[in-house]
């Protein structure tokens, strides 16, 4: 063995290595910013991207703890292996049935939580100054991105929190499970007649083709925002949607992105990076 290879084999084990899982994973960005946050922070670490189709996780997953890595996080399609995977989850993780942070433990053990609904609902309060208390939501979608985010925005007290879904029964079964948390109910976009709400959420994955589910006239209360879980770097077609009809925010996920990465950071290190830097960079890049 050369020197190269004592070397090497140093600063394999003098650095933590973190990184995100997913398929496809080319676009991420949070090697971006957990580097940021790393640089932000004066903490030493590693994060990467690694393409994982769901056939391969267990064994990616498996490997990369035995090879010293210290955390993950995972993204789609593999948060539901995630939280299968783990040896035991924050009860926001149970709640959501998907892991997007895993942490390994002092005693050897993969912790699973789920940053993503904490992630939403701090960009709503800390960076645009929504309140979530006593007033009516709508959360479009009843798949795994409305899950995760369901526990976090009852625990702010809102007036209503209504999912609707295209596939109706999938809305109600969802409500139903969350009863015991919060005035909460599931129904179908038709349902939505005469009804308003002072924020609109898209957890629906139709935002990313481009389409908007039909919805009716007047639904958005004035002086109600407009939120998309997912974002882009043109305005998503529901982003769109809140402008046309006039919300007085009508905002994308990356503030979501930056702030789940926080926490997921905050979990691992210990620390807590500012966020607003790291948004209002990867915003005027965007914009750029
Ligand atoms: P995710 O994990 O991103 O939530 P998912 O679990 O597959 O993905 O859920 C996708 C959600 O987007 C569902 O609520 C789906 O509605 P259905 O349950 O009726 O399938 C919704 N969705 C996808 N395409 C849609 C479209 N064109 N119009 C309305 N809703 C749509």
Not at 53 to 62: D, G, H, I
Not at 81 to 92: G, I, P, S, V
Not at 176 to 189: M, N, V
Request: with cysteine.
């Amino acid at each position: 063995m050369g020197i190269m290879d004592g070397e090497k084999s140093t600063i394999m084990t003098s650095i933590d290595r973190y990184a995100v899982f997913g398929h496809p994973i080319k676009h991420s960005k949070s090697p971006r910013i957990h580097r940021l946050f790393a640089e932000q922070t004066g903490q030493a670490l590693e994060y990467t991207a690694v393409d994982v189709p769901a056939e391969q996780f267990r064994t990616a997953v498996a490997m990369f703890f035995a090879e010293g890595g210290k955390g993950l996080n995972c993204t789609v399609p593999l948060k539901e292996l995630a939280w299968n995977y783990a040896d035991h989850k924050t009860e926001r993780a149970q709640l959501s049935k998907a892991v997007n942070t895993l942490a390994l433990q002092a005693d050897g053990s993969i912790l699973g939580d789920n940053t993503d609904g904490i992630g939403l609902v701090t960009d709503l309060l800390t960076n645009h100054a929504i309140t979530l208390s006593g007033i009516r939501i709508l959360i479009l979608g009843a798949g795994g991105a409305s899950r995760g985010i369901i526990a976090p925005i009852l625990e702010q007290s809102p007036q209503t929190l209504v999912i609707a879904n295209r596939t109706v029964d999938k809305a109600v079964k969802l409500a139903a499970e969350f009863h015991d948390k919060g005035a909460i109910t599931g129904c179908g976009f038709d349902d939505l007649k005469n009804r308003q709400f002072d924020l609109i959420l898209n957890a629906t994955s139709a935002s990313l083709s481009g389409c908007v589910p039909a919805l009716p006239a007047g639904l958005l209360a004035t002086g109600g925002n407009c939120y998309d879980l997912a974002y882009g770097n043109e305005p998503t077609a529901f982003v769109r949607w809140g402008l046309e009809n006039h919300a007085a925010k009508s905002l994308d996920g990356l503030g979501m992105l930056v702030e789940q990465a926080a926490e997921a950071f905050f979990i691992w290190r210990g620390v807590r990076p500012q966020t607003r830097p790291v948004i209002e960079l990867l915003n005027s890049e965007r914009q750029a």
